[in-house]
DNA sequence: CTGGTGACCGCTT
DNA sequence: AAAGCGGCCACCA
């Protein structure tokens, strides 16, 4: 019987380099469109941040969180642009990378 | 044990 | 069309 949380971690760990998912996306893949705040927690977790890119995840408008506290608001927009993810006025074009689901 | 909060989103009026 | 509200899970005090 896996948690929400496990179900969570496992789809933002099937994100493909190069591309971001929004919480929203994240939650429907989970199983329920309105974990979007559980999303959110169990990213805060974050029990394995070297397994769980919680930097591809980002909110509806395509901006990292703002309580990303994962070593520096702007460390989440490097490790994205060393992803090949280009960044818009520190928005995220969701057209051209947001995460298609299909892996 | 209970209450409240949190990296949010979708729906209703 | 816009604005406001609720909802789910887990952890903390």
């Known amino acids: 019987m896996k948690n929400s949380f496990e179900l969570i971690y496992e789809v933002v760990r099937k994100i493909p380099?190069?591309?971001v998912a929004t919480y929203g996306q994240v939650a429907f893949l989970a199983g329920n469109p309105k974990?979007?705040?559980v999303v959110g927690y169990a990213l805060h977790v974050n029990p394995d941040p070297?397994?769980?890119p919680c930097h591809r995840v980002v909110n509806r408008f395509g901006e990292p969180s703002q309580a990303f506290v994962f070593g520096g608001v702007n460390r989440q927009?490097?490790?994205l642009q060393s992803e090949g993810v280009e960044l818009?006025?520190?928005r995220v074009d969701l057209s051209r990378?947001?995460?298609d689901g299909i892996i």
């Open 97 to 99: 990378y947001l995460w």
């Open 50 to 52: 070297s397994t769980i």
């Open 35 to 37: 974990w979007s705040r």
């Open 77 to 79: 927009i490097e490790l």
């Open 17 to 19: 380099r190069g591309s």
């Open 88 to 90: 818009t006025d520190g």
